[in-house]
Nanobody, 119 residues
């Protein structure tokens, strides 16, 4: 079974940077689209950024120009570089990966990484 392991969250001051990583491991599988979502207290989970298997990217408007999503297909890992962080970026960040195992296609979620932006 495919598992996702996230790392890189933490506490940072406004204007600072963090880099999130999400590595997939498990039995034989392929990865299609990868993405990062976030959920702030009292709010719905929202898509922050996504990247296709071809490398095409998409960003939520509020993070454009500040966040960069990338992937390393050999390592089956997706990254989210977050720069110029703002207090409103505070949330739990979840990676989401479309996994292909044989003829089955499904989505897997990471456990979540807390990102807190505060002075």
């Amino acid at each position: 079974q495919v598992q996702l392991v996230e790392s890189g969250g933490g506490l940072v001051q406004p204007g600072g940077s963090l880099r999130l990583s999400c590595a997939a491991s498990g039995s034989t599988f392929r990865i299609n689209d990868m993405g990062w979502y976030r959920q702030a207290p009292g709010k719905q989970r929202e898509l922050v950024a996504s990247i296709t298997s071809r490398g095409d990217t998409n960003y939520e408007d509020s993070v454009k120009g500040r966040f960069t999503i990338s992937r390393d297909n050999a390592k089956k890992t997706v990254y989210l570089q977050m720069n110029t962080l703002k207090p409103e970026d505070t949330a739990v960040y979840y990676c989401n990966v479309e996994v292909i195992e044989g003829l089955r296609v499904g989505f897997r979620w990471g456990r979540g990484s807390q990102v807190t932006v505060s002075s």
